[in-house]
């Protein structure tokens, strides 16, 4: 077995430039990256927010943090602070490592096996197993010259994977152009299909922005939040950290961080032109009416991917039904209990309208009995026309309310809308699971070497049965979470950017602070960032009843809360108070489309960073203020007579 920690401190023959390529390909999780393209499509300039805080993190790193680690002869947050402030210091850094790997861990899982199944045509849980062995494998099998090779052809991978189709799609609207010049005009064509909707008033305005509108998703405040909390999250990541830290004068690591952060630009700056002409076909299909029974042979990979839906319905929710019913199940209350180890699929079967129910599971029984007949065809004709009924569509057309993409189901639409969508969808598939592992890999890697194993002074001991314990709850991860995986991504970037930026930036620098105070700013950062995001997540209502005077709620929305607590405890009967109930859950805890009221001035969970980190840095201050460093403590005990 190769010794998967081994990160020698030394100066090595490869290239700058392919370190940083190395870096790049291993820099952020793909499962964030491949949301990108949807992010921007959803809200347009808003969420331009995640690409600047990325890069943002992508440059600390380069030239703050990892120049820290080269400088002590370290390759991990642990090691450093165990050559700065001890075994205790690294300790804590090493459980904040662990606790935010394994869900990094498990989003890249979840990701990339629905790839997987979905390029297959395997269940998605033996995906998840099969991913798991191979990101197992690559963990302990490759030694760090191999991985970095496989780093640099993953980055190559996805920059192809959007590049590529990027060009082909740019090719069909406009012709023979340069898409990242050329996208200002369709961004053009995109604000006059926007003007046409809003004009014919087809479009909903809880799921609707126009593209190039600033701060209509997300305040000011929100922006600010979302990019601080993404750039100090990624300037902390441990694989990108032990990438840089590789070199042993910081000189040189900062200009491998260079490096890195100008290969990142040319992935991010490819974002926002593929999603203009994206988007720019999509509008157009609704801007033409076009019949739900006549829709686009390229909606049927995206809607399978079960990350796009209409009406609340998608080939993939019509794939289970169809197995529930081969299976045995009869009827929309049997399907439900077919679905209760999926809560996800539950819980889209339990939203839908019963006349969309007994049309799905009637389509089921005909794909049972029929097994040579088109899904896709049956979806078309049977399914749609009863959710667009239900929905109160009369015209059976496609609308922008209709079609809700996930962050990130547009990567499953894009192919499609080439000329060449079987060989996109593969170059997309490979990209994909090259990047996943390696990042799987590479974060598995790093919480090998814990940092405080050894004494100060020696070289730390690698623990590749640690490494393959994390991928093994990475796995539980994955099969129990495997929507809102951009949620999840984000809100463990705030909680490492919480707990470990203000000991890595200001305790490994700042000459007065002591082992101490590096501690208790670890835990008071990742403290309060953790709860922050429990609270408003699991229990809202309480958290908005400790502290309603720093909620951003509105005189009306206080008044809402008033009436429906009232109606939930006095109500007529108990369907009504079990409706106020709900509707009262909702208004704390927030609805897509609406703001919850248990915040912090508005601030998403998913930004909340920005609170953990200023409580960090002030316990770093205050406690290194009356405690003594390990310096002061050494010439006090050789003082001593």
Not at 212 to 221: V, W
Not at 227 to 232: E, F, G
Not at 563 to 573: H, I, K, P, V
Request: charged share 15%; net charge negative; proline share 5%.
């Amino acid at each position: 077995m190769s010794d998967i920690a081994a990160h020698p401190v030394a100066e090595r023959s490869t290239p700058l430039s392919l370190a940083g390529l190395s870096a790049a390909g291993r820099a952020v999780p793909v499962s964030l990256l491949a949301a990108l393209p949807g992010l921007v499509y959803f809200a347009g300039y808003d969420h331009l927010a995640y690409g600047l805080g990325i890069l943002a993190g992508v440059v600390l790193a380069g030239l703050l943090i990892a120049p820290k680690l080269s400088a002590l002869g370290a390759s991990s947050a642990a090691g450093a602070l165990r050559e700065r402030h001890g075994r205790t210091a690294a300790a804590v850094a090493a459980l904040i490592l662990v606790l935010t790997t394994i869900p990094l861990i498990g989003a890249e899982v979840s990701f990339i096996a629905r790839v997987a199944a979905n390029a297959v045509a395997v269940p998605e849980t033996w995906a998840v197993l099969g991913m798991a062995l191979l990101i197992a494998l690559a963990t302990v099998a490759l030694g760090e010259a191999p991985l970095r090779v496989l780093s640099a052809i993953a980055y190559l991978l996805l920059a192809a994977s959007l590049i590529v189709p990027l060009c082909l799609i740019a090719v069909k609207a406009q012709g023979l152009v340069f898409p990242h010049f050329a996208f200002g005009h369709a961004l053009a064509d995109l604000h006059g299909i926007e003007e046409q909707l809003l004009e014919a008033g087809v479009v909903d305005f809880d799921t609707f922005s126009a593209h190039t509108a600033p701060f209509i998703r997300l305040s000011q405040l929100d922006v600010f939040a979302l990019v601080v909390t993404l750039a100090l999250g990624v300037a902390v990541l441990p694989q990108l950290l032990a990438a840089l830290a590789t070199r042993k004068r910081p000189a040189v690591t900062r200009l491998a961080g260079a490096w890195t952060a100008l290969f990142m630009m040319l992935l991010l700056v490819t974002v926002p032109a593929l999603v203009a002409f994206v988007k720019l076909e999509i509008y157009g299909l609704v801007a033409k009416a076009t019949p739900l029974a006549e829709l686009p042979a390229w909606l049927e990979a995206p809607l399978r991917s079960g990350f796009v839906h209409l009406y609340g319905t998608s080939l993939h929710l019509l794939d289970q039904v169809t197995d529930a019913v081969r299976a045995g199940s009869e009827n929309a209350d049997a399907i439900a209990g077919a679905f209760s180890a999926d809560t996800q699929a539950l819980g889209r079967w339990q939203a839908l309208d019963p006349q969309i129910q007994e049309a799905m599971v009637a389509s089921a029984r005909t794909l049972v009995a029929e097994p040579s007949a088109s899904s896709w065809t049956i979806y078309l004709t049977s399914v749609l026309p009863a959710a667009s009924a239900a929905a109160g569509n009369e015209t059976a057309a496609l609308t922008q309310a209709a079609l809700v993409i996930e962050p990130l189901g547009l990567v499953f639409a894009i192919p499609a809308l080439t000329e060449h969508p079987a060989e996109i969808s593969l170059l997309f598939a490979a990209a994909a699971v090259c990047a996943g592992v390696v990042m799987a890999a590479s974060l598995a890697r790093s919480v090998s070497d814990l940092g405080f194993a050894a004494p100060s002074g020696e070289k730390s001991r690698s623990h590749p049965l640690l490494a393959l314990v994390v991928v093994a709850a990475a796995v539980g991860v994955a099969l129990l979470r495997r929507e809102d995986l951009v949620t999840l991504v984000v809100c463990v970037f705030a909680i490492a950017a919480a707990g470990l930026f203000p000991a890595l930036s200001v305790g490994l620098s700042w000459r007065r602070a002591t082992a101490a105070g590096v501690v208790a700013a670890m835990i008071a950062g990742a403290g309060t960032t953790g709860y922050y995001i429990v609270a408003t997540t699991f229990f809202p209502a309480t958290f908005y009843a400790t502290w309603p005077q720093l909620s951003n709620a509105g005189e009306a929305a206080i008044e809402e809360f008033s009436t429906l607590e009232t109606e939930a405890r006095e109500g007529e009967n108990d369907e009504a108070r079990e409706i106020a109930a709900k509707a009262l859950q909702d208004l704390i805890g927030g609805t897509p489309s609406r703001e919850g009221l248990a915040n912090w001035a508005g601030v998403d969970r998913a930004s909340s960073a920005v609170f953990g980190v200023p409580a960090g840095l002030l316990a770093l201050l205050l406690v290194s203020a009356v405690t003594p460093s390990r310096r002061r403590r050494s010439e006090a005990g050789d003082a001593q007579p």
